[in-house]
């Protein structure tokens, strides 16, 4: 399996798993979004989980799939923020409408006005990489690093998975 086909089938696994439609998954090729280092986005008025070729052709296959589960989960938040999914009890209209504020105001992490730390900070963020971290454990019996800043917010948020 090339990675191209890793990077499909990791968000249609995740999105299974989430109990969501699965994300149309593109490919883009982007010098700039090369240069500042994006190499995945969630695209949530077309629901797309786009890939950086650049990045796809040179990635190690476990590390597409820890993205794919962090996009894919990016996906999750905006069918709750949308009320298109009431099946998850561990998510409340409290977080639910911070992720909706988050993602009206979102901090980019390439934007130079933005620490990394403003963007690691976000709930949505926080969320989805506690989401790609347990299931990367659980699937693969690996566990993913977790930046230190966010590292308590995210450990507690592991056992509602």
Same mark, same amino acid.
């Given at each position: 399996?090339?990675n191209?086909e890793?990077?499909?089938?990791?968000?249609?696994?995740?999105?299974?798993?989430?109990?969501?439609?699965?994300?149309?998954?593109?490919?883009?090729n982007?010098?700039?979004?090369?240069?500042?280092?994006?190499?995945?986005v969630f695209?949530?008025?077309?629901?797309?989980?786009?890939?950086?070729?650049?990045?796809?052709?040179s990635?190690?296959?476990?590390?597409?799939?820890v993205?794919?589960?962090?996009?894919?989960?990016?996906a999750?938040?905006?069918k709750?923020?949308n009320?298109? !999914?009431?099946?998850?009890?561990? $998510?409340?209209?409290?977080?639910? +409408?911070?992720?909706? =504020?988050?993602?009206?105001? *979102?901090?980019?992490?390439?934007?130079?006005?933005?620490?990394?730390?403003?963007?690691?900070?976000?709930?949505?963020?926080?969320?989805?990489?506690?989401f790609?971290?347990y299931l990367?454990?659980?699937? !693969?019996?690996?566990?993913?690093? $977790?930046?230190?800043?966010?590292? +308590?917010?995210?450990? =507690?948020?592991?056992?509602l *998975?």
């Open positions: 399996m090339d191209y890793v990077a499909i089938h990791g968000v249609a696994l995740a999105a299974r798993i989430l109990n969501i439609k699965t994300p149309d998954v593109q490919f883009f982007d010098k700039n979004y090369t240069k500042i280092g994006i190499n995945s695209l949530k008025d077309k629901w797309i989980i786009g890939f950086n070729e650049a990045w796809i052709e990635a190690d296959p476990l590390e597409i799939q993205t794919c589960f962090h996009e894919t989960r990016h999750f938040q905006w709750c923020i009320g298109d !999914y009431s099946g998850n009890r561990n $998510i409340d209209s409290e977080m639910v +409408d911070i992720w909706n =504020s988050e993602m009206s105001n *979102y901090n980019q992490p390439t934007r130079s006005d933005v620490p990394e730390e403003d963007y690691l900070k976000q709930e949505i963020e926080i969320d989805a990489i506690a790609a971290h990367t454990k659980k699937l !693969y019996n690996v566990k993913t690093m $977790i930046p230190n800043i966010i590292r +308590d917010k995210v450990e =507690s948020k592991l056992p *998975y």
